[in-house]
């Protein structure tokens, strides 16, 4: 199993960015794929997850309207689109995939495979 991610770096307020999450070894439709996060100092928060078999989505409150996830089942990638970046969404950005229901600690539960992450940073 592989979970590679890519897309970070540094972004001015406002910028945008996208992830993607490249993965193998598992059966993509099935599992519920998409990112989890943590700053400095505090716990982890799902962001986003997707589940390409019933189209099953999650955001966290903190990121609708400006974050959009999406998946390539060609690709067996899934991508995050951040946009209106905040320096509050400064973080590590980890892509997990569970066969658990997206929603908020779907990245979680028993079985998960997690990326090694990637570095999000937003300058004010």
């Known amino acids: 199993v592989q979970l590679v991610e890519s897309g970070g770096g540094l972004v001015q307020a406002g910028g945008s960015l996208r992830l993607s999450c490249a993965t193998s070894g598992f059966p993509f439709d099935d599992y519920g794929i998409g990112w989890f996060r943590q700053a400095p100092g505090k716990e982890r928060e799902g962001v986003s997850c997707?589940?390409?078999?019933?189209?099953?989505?999650y955001y966290a409150d903190s990121v609708k309207d400006r974050f959009t996830i999406s998946s390539d089942n060609a690709k067996n990638t899934v991508y995050l689109q951040m946009n209106s970046l905040k320096p509050e969404d400064t973080a590590v950005y980890y892509c997990?995939?569970?066969?658990?229901?997206?929603?908020?600690?779907?990245?979680?539960?028993?079985?998960?495979?997690w990326g090694m992450g990637t570095q999000v940073t937003v300058s004010s």
């Open positions: 997707i589940r390409s078999s019933d189209g099953n989505t």
């Open positions: 997990a995939a569970t066969t658990s229901p997206c929603g908020s600690t779907w990245w979680d539960r028993g079985g998960a495979y």
